[in-house]
């Protein structure tokens, strides 16, 4: 199979189902395969992590996108995300995602672990309470959703009662960045953006109203402190959908593929119940076997760049497998075989360079957290029949997980 072969069946039902055993087959390629003149497919790890780090390959941003295609209005969804740091470059970038760094800090996000732990424990005793009697729970509609959605609401300061409206608008709005976009409708996406959009526009404008010392407030008062050099309003409105959509999204997924492969891990599952697996290997490991997220893609910004020996010409494409990645042979020996005592796992599945998530501080909390206090509170919990995967490639995830929460 070539490389034009694999990149035509990432879009395939079957490969959303389940892309690993065509990453086996890209792998075989090489690290660096050419599709098209224009278009580039990288699989191997330190490949993906070069262009990732290097500043010479960048997003689509708004400007390339006028560049390359023609200043025609963008749908609302792709219009919303491009005012974000998630399709802007240097030196937009760094300006928009400055004051976001400085109120999304370490400190902040360790301080927020006993409010973790609080949030944790609560929604066990919601689980226990639906699963009463041996009914069968669905652990993402139950736990796997309102953990993140809270914390993320929490640190942002979104009101508890406005918390459950998000998970559709979110689901739909993060299709409109899905892998092959244009052929999809983006109906609902555009729905979803303007309403999360106007949600946000309310909100920021209670705290220039009543300012406060949540992260929305925070981001209010250094915008406002710097209006001519800093964050704009729209650009600010933009981040924090960003904020809301990407905070639980991405840790909605990892904590539903960490317990899916904790039932079929009685090794792993035996061992951080008795705390002789660290939960950050763990949770490292499930990023690395089954990452939330499966690819991005990068432009080359200048004429003579080359990835591996292969080149790259000014404005072509750059695919990059980062679940392919987090599999490759040459970097993990037994890459199919999950396996939370690795050394260096180090996986991708939160980007690198200036892109790096910037919450990743903050799921890999939310993760540590939960298993080991989900398995000592349920040592007899099961799967139940019925779990269904999204339909979907970049973001991989569950849709539904039933579980059984024992006596």
Excluded: K
Aim: proline share 7%.
């Amino acid at each position: 199979m070539d490389a034009t072969a694999i990149v035509e069946l990432l879009g395939a039902p079957e490969t959303r189902a389940d892309p690993y055993p065509l990453y086996e087959q890209a792998h075989r390629l090489g690290p660096v395969a050419r599709v098209s003149d224009m278009l580039v497919l990288v699989t191997g790890y330190a490949a993906v992590d070069r262009v990732l780090r290097d500043r010479d390959f960048g997003v689509i941003d708004r400007e390339l996108t006028a560049t390359m295609y023609g200043d025609s209005p963008e749908p609302p969804s792709l219009e919303l995300f491009g005012r974000s740091i998630l399709q802007t470059n240097l030196p937009a970038h760094t300006r928009m995602r400055a004051p976001i760094a400085a109120v999304f800090t370490p400190r902040r996000i360790a301080a927020m672990r006993p409010a973790v732990e609080r949030a944790v424990d609560r929604l066990l005793d919601d689980l226990a309470e639906a699963g009463r009697g041996g009914e069968p729970v669905d652990f993402m509609d139950r736990f796997a959703f309102p953990l993140p959605v809270g914390v993320i609401c929490e640190l942002l300061g979104v009101p508890e009662a406005d918390r459950h409206r998000f998970r559709g608008s979110a689901h739909d709005l993060m299709t409109a960045i899905e892998f092959m976009t244009v052929e999809r409708d983006l109906t609902a996406a555009d729905r979803a953006a303007v309403e999360l959009q106007g949600y946000f526009e309310e909100l920021v404008a209670r705290r220039r109203a009543h300012p406060s010392a949540d992260l929305v407030g925070a981001l209010v008062a250094r915008r406002d402190a710097d209006p001519d050099g800093g964050i704009t309003d729209a650009e600010l409105i933009a981040n924090l959908v960003l904020l809301l959509v990407a905070g639980f999204e991405t840790t909605t997924n990892l904590l539903g593929n960490g317990l899916a492969l904790l039932f079929g891990h009685d090794g792993a599952r035996t061992a951080l119940t008795e705390g002789t697996l660290p939960p950050g290997d763990f949770v490292e490991e499930v990023l690395r076997y089954d990452s939330p997220v499966q690819l991005t893609s990068r432009i080359a910004l200048r004429d003579g760049l080359e990835i591996e020996g292969v080149a790259v010409p000014r404005f072509g494409e750059v695919l990059l497998l980062i679940g392919a990645a987090n599999r490759d042979p040459v970097r993990f020996p037994e890459p199919q075989r999950f396996d939370p005592w690795r050394a260096e796992i180090a996986p991708l599945s939160f980007g690198a360079g200036i892109h790096y998530c910037v919450g990743a501080m903050l799921a890999r909390l939310e993760a540590t957290v939960a298993f080991p206090r989900l398995l000592a509170r349920f040592p007899a919990l099961a799967q139940a029949p019925g779990a269904v995967r999204d339909d979907r490639l970049l973001l991989r995830g569950y849709g539904e997980l039933p579980v059984a929460v024992g006596g």
